[in-house]
């Protein structure tokens, strides 16, 4: 008799959706009107997995707002598989929902010393600026003309460098990090998939919107005069509080 078939370990990158409120159903909402088939961004996800991670509420997750939010999530071509909640609660909403129970270790993002490696890795210079740019393993993607205004770019599982202006309404997006040797005035958002290692850095920082691993800014709270227009990088706190930290750049 042959072995048709072995069982193994396996590690996937995986998404986490953060909630940041219990109200799973006003998450849903919320998630449908930024991308889902009727937004501008409704090609934004790709079937891509993700944990639901509701660890920071002590609140119990009722079924019917998990529901909502895993067929709103499906809508924005997005494969809920599982669920992390408050150690507190009880998971059996989620269990009966079909999802996997995540543990803390498995909802991390990667070590530092996996950002390296992709800091390292050799690199792919696309000519034409696009809308979306899936790239195959660690890498970086790098852009050499101008992010106009209505344009995205999205340098998924890399880094992304781009040598060239973001214009306002512009949108360069990247799980790594993101540099920009060029004014920034678009948004801009690094570690998409939930990296809290991605940093963003600019020779000239005037953002719409900055955000790493879902935390963000908008341009209604203006950056100090020594920040704005200036050689900067944006990181999140290492005190577990997760906020955004502008620091200037010397040359």
């Known amino acids: 008799m042959t072995d048709s078939f072995e069982i193994k370990s396996a590690q996937l990158p995986l998404m986490s959706l953060v909630t940041k409120t219990p109200d799973l159903q006003t998450v849903a909402a919320e998630l449908l009107k930024r991308y889902g088939p009727a937004s501008d961004n409704a090609d934004f996800f790709d079937q891509d997995a993700v944990v639901i991670d509701c660890a920071k509420h002590q609140v119990e997750v009722d079924k019917q707002g998990l529901s909502a939010l895993i067929t709103s999530l499906q809508s924005c071509r997005l494969k809920p598989v599982a669920f992390r909640g408050h150690p507190s609660n009880n998971n059996e909403a989620a269990v009966a929902l079909g999802l996997v129970i995540a543990t803390p270790e498995v909802a991390r993002s990667k070590p530092a010393a996996d950002a390296?490696?992709?800091?390292?890795?050799?690199?792919?210079?696309?000519?034409?600026?696009?809308?979306?740019?899936?790239?195959?393993?660690?890498?970086?993607?790098?852009?050499?003309?101008?992010?106009?205004?209505?344009?995205?770019?999205?340098?998924?599982?890399?880094?992304?460098?781009?040598?060239?202006?973001?214009?306002?309404?512009?949108?360069?997006?990247?799980?790594?990090h993101?540099?920009?040797?060029?004014?920034?005035?678009?948004?801009?958002?690094a570690g998409a998939s939930g990296n809290v290692n991605a940093r963003i850095f600019s020779t000239c920082l005037e953002p719409e919107l900055i955000s790493i691993a879902g935390v963000y800014r908008t341009s209604e709270n203006p950056l100090a005069p020594d920040i704005q227009g200036k050689a900067a990088q944006v990181r999140l706190s290492d005190d577990g509080q997760e906020k955004l930290l502008f620091e200037s750049l010397k040359s």
């Open 178 to 189: 993101i540099h920009v040797y060029a004014p920034l005035r678009g948004k801009a958002m």
């Open 116 to 176: 390296k490696k992709v800091v390292a890795a050799p690199t792919e210079v696309v000519r034409e600026v696009v809308r979306e740019v899936p790239v195959a393993g660690p890498g970086t993607l790098v852009i050499d003309k101008p992010v106009r205004s209505g344009q995205k770019v999205y340098a998924r599982g890399a880094d992304l460098v781009v040598l060239a202006m973001v214009n306002q309404g512009g949108e360069i997006v990247a799980d790594g």
